[in-house]
C-alpha cells in the first residue's frame, strides 16, 4: 500500500528536478559564440594572423545574427540565437 503511494511522488519529484535542470540552461547565442572565437584567436601570437582571425569572428557573427547559424571553419550548427 505504502509503494503505491510513494513510488508516484518519488516520479513527480524526480519530473519536477529534471524540469528545473532543463529550464536553467541558457540558450546558446550568436554572441557567445563570438565571445568564444575571439578568445581562441587571443592565443595567437602573430599580429596578422591575430587580426585575420578577429576579422573572421566578427564575419561569422554577421552571418549568424543573419542565419542564426554558426560556422565555426570544421561544422556548422544551427539554432542560436541571434543576439
Not at 41 to 47: E, F, G, P, S, Y
Amino acid at each position: 500500500m505504502i509503494d503505491k503511494i510513494i513510488r508516484p511522488i518519488l516520479v513527480a519529484a524526480g519530473a519536477f528536478l529534471l524540469w528545473c535542470g532543463t529550464a536553467a540552461a541558457e540558450p546558446m547565442k550568436c554572441s557567445g559564440e563570438q565571445q568564444a572565437c575571439a578568445t581562441n584567436c587571443a592565443k595567437l601570437t602573430d599580429q596578422m594572423r591575430l587580426r585575420a582571425c578577429i576579422t573572421s569572428c566578427s564575419q561569422r557573427l554577421a552571418v549568424c545574427r543573419q542565419t542564426g547559424c554558426w560556422n565555426n571553419g570544421s561544422s556548422n550548427y544551427c539554432g542560436l540565437l541571434r543576439q
